[in-house]
């Protein structure tokens, strides 16, 4: 292997393969290999690489580069090593007879394969197994929180967000910089990257605790602005409201009850076709009289928007002539056939988000609509065949991971020119660096029930590790009948668990299914189906209480929340960690799936079985506050769950150094 030191990089050539780590970042190092006679430019996830002076030096059997505490040992032979100080860090896996493992050698199978595609690779990348723990990577609908063992898609789908970072229990943290689908299996015998489709191995990564690779990351991929107080309430929704005047007879009635309601969103078909972005006017005649009303009562309106359009709307015509759609590379023209023969418009198009923002802009934003309901944001496709669709950046296969980040940019660049500060967007999907554009993500069409309830938890805690702290769920679960017995429980504690989640907002299709439409026509704002009711009053009286209480409770926190989403946006904390965030020296810290930390002064433990009433709880070392205001210290304690409580516990000290 050829070495070449640089200032602050070391490149590298052996054969074919080009090899170049740079400092990039505070304690970081990228790394990129190809077989390509140059790097790609393509915009992935990082962003411009802050000033680093990583220090790169010959050495008798290879060459290091060190950049803070992380260093970078490239054996002559091919293979790398990280280290922090002495410590080792990350190791690739090599079984071959370049002397890089004792063990095996006859294998032949070394870290990074190559694997031609048409002019493009599928890639492996291999690293030796170790004892750790693994968290963040986005959002899956499991329950496990860690990782470790856990083989995922890199791929988005309804309710699936990749977003391919890792912070391992050891002191490191990965990101794969690469946008393409594939696959992360965090083995006990290796872990393994795969890249479906790509022209080189791309990754980052950090040395550090917990808030020091946060804050390195989001330094490097972005983090989340400032969020505006007057959202930091309730957000009410149901499938579906359909008239304007229903609308408003919900923010009223708000109004009327004393219960201060920040957001209320309309959810989709209140359009005559998909892709024509426009309020259909016999349910909607007057929408700017309609967010006037709302902002007097105090109330921002949001409104949903899909990226599908249907071939039947205005817009079908000139989008697909001017190439402003998703293309598929064989078969017919389709994406998405639910209540309509659709295609999806192009995100990674410069110029299609331009063209959506044109519609958008006439028909909502210069109507008081100043926040948008980024919905089918992976984008959702009736099969996921990725290598049938391809976007101007290029085919799916490669680049597919990068449409909800695109679209949340469309929108948040054209409001912030328009000279919106405020600005906010709720978006189904999202990929690394999301946060930079606004987007409070959800967690998608989940069941109603305690399982998916316990998956939420893991979701939220790895998706803030993952570097989105503004995340969300529909309290009470998407997919729900309000006649099954258990459910007013099952949305009592999933709303209490909101309450103290970065974003409450109360939202479902309640069944059972019984309301006529307004209409047997198949297009327009009144053949869609609608669920039932599905505000805070919709349950009886005792399920009412509740939820008024902890809605009440909530916006009490509001000066609260206002620090913790600010540090969210000064250093790239999450708005709801896991307990090893802040207690990284406590081992037992990072066994705790059931608790977490919201900001960094109240452990929260929410109830997350049917019927339990009373539930264990660990306290770090400490003295800690109970919710009847008992002093405690560290420690396990039997905690009462009474329906209308969760344990919530106030931080007085810092315990042990951090």
């Excluded at 017919?332 to 192009?346: E, K, L, N, R």
């Excluded at 000066?559 to 790239?572: C, I, M, T």
């Excluded at 059931?594 to 660990?618: C, H, I, N, Q, T």
Aim: with cysteine; charged share 25%.
């Amino acid at each position: 292997m050829f070495f070449t030191p640089q200032q602050n990089a070391l490149a590298a050539s052996d054969g074919n393969e080009r090899i170049l780590i740079e400092g990039w970042g505070e304690n970081a190092l990228r790394v990129r290999a190809t077989m390509n006679p140059s790097f790609s430019t393509a915009e992935k996830a990082l962003q411009e690489a802050p000033v680093s002076y990583a220090q790169a030096a010959l050495l008798p059997d290879g060459a290091q580069i060190v950049n803070g505490k992380l260093r970078c040992f490239l054996h002559k032979n091919g293979w790398m090593e990280f280290y922090d100080g002495e410590k080792l860090l990350l190791k690739e896996y090599y079984r071959d007879f370049s002397g890089a493992n004792p063990h095996s050698p006859s294998l032949k199978l070394r870290a990074r394969e190559y694997r031609p595609m048409g002019s493009d690779y599928a890639v492996t990348l291999r690293f030796e197994a170790a004892e750790e723990k693994i968290f963040g990577m986005g959002q899956y609908q499991q329950p496990q929180f860690d990782l470790k063992g856990c083989i995922l898609e890199l791929a988005q789908r309804n309710s699936q967000i990749s977003v391919p970072f890792a912070l391992s229990s050891r002191g490191y943290g990965f990101l794969l910089n690469h946008a393409g689908v594939g696959e992360a299996a965090f083995g006990t015998n290796y872990t393994c990257w795969r890249e479906y489709c790509t022209d080189e191995i791309d990754y980052w990564i950090v040395a550090g605790g917990p808030k020091e690779i946060l804050k390195s990351y989001t330094a490097v991929t972005g983090r989340a602005p400032e969020f505006p107080e007057d959202m930091l309430g309730l957000w009410q929704s149901k499938l579906r409201y359909r008239t304007q005047e229903e609308v408003l007879s919900v923010a009223r009635e708000y109004r009327r009850r004393g219960i201060p309601l920040d957001v209320i969103v309309i959810d989709f078909f209140h359009w005559v076709r998909q892709g024509d972005w426009a309020f259909d006017p016999e349910y909607f005649p007057d929408p700017a009289a309609m967010t006037r009303e709302l902002k007097e009562l105090g109330v921002r309106c949001m409104v949903s928007v899909w990226p599908t359009v249907d071939k039947k709307s205005v817009n079908f015509r000139e989008m697909k002539e001017r190439g402003l759609l998703v293309r598929t590379d064989r078969g017919s023209m389709q994406c998405f056939d639910f209540q309509g023969d659709t295609v999806i418009y192009d995100a990674t198009s410069p110029a299609a988000r331009e063209f959506l923002w044109e519609r958008v802009e006439k028909n909502y934003y210069a109507n008081g609509v100043d926040c948008f309901w980024l919905d089918e944001a992976e984008p959702e496709y009736s099969a996921y065949d990725f290598d049938h669709f391809r976007y101007e950046m290029g085919l799916v296969l490669k680049t597919g991971n990068l449409y909800p980040r695109e679209h949340a940019k469309g929108f948040y660049e054209h409001m912030r020119a328009a000279g919106q500060k405020n600005i906010v967007n709720l978006v189904r999907c999202a990929w690394a660096g999301s946060q930079k554009y606004a987007a409070v993500v959800w967690s998608g069409d989940v069941c109603s029930n305690f399982e998916t309830l316990r998956d939420q938890l893991a979701a939220g805690l790895n998706m803030g590790i993952a570097g989105i702290p503004w995340w969300t769920t529909d309290a009470g679960g998407f997919f729900g009948d309000v006649t099954e017995e258990g459910f007013r429980e099952l949305l009592i504690r999933w709303f209490e668990f909101s309450a103290f989640s970065p974003v409450l907002r109360l939202h479902g299709d309640r069944g059972p299914h019984d309301i006529p439409n307004f209409t047997a026509l198949d297009y327009g704002g009144g053949f869609s189906p609608t669920g039932r009711d599905n505000e805070l009053w919709s349950y009886g009286e005792e399920v009412y209480a509740i939820l008024k209480k902890f809605t009440e409770r909530r916006i009490a926190m509001k000066e609260y929340l206002k620090e913790v989403f600010r540090e969210a946006s000064e250093n790239g904390s999450p708005v709801m960690r896991p307990l090893f965030y802040e207690f990284p020296e406590d081992k037992r810290a990072w066994e705790i799936a059931d608790e977490y930390m919201l900001g960094g002064k109240l452990l929260v433990a929410p109830v997350l079985y049917p019927g339990m009433r009373k539930r264990k709880v660990y306290l770090p070392e400490g003295r800690w506050k109970d919710g009847k205001g008992a002093l405690l210290c560290g420690g396990e304690y039997e905690a009462d769950a009474p329906l209308d409580e969760i344990p919530v516990f106030v931080r007085l000290t810092d315990g042990k150094k951090q």
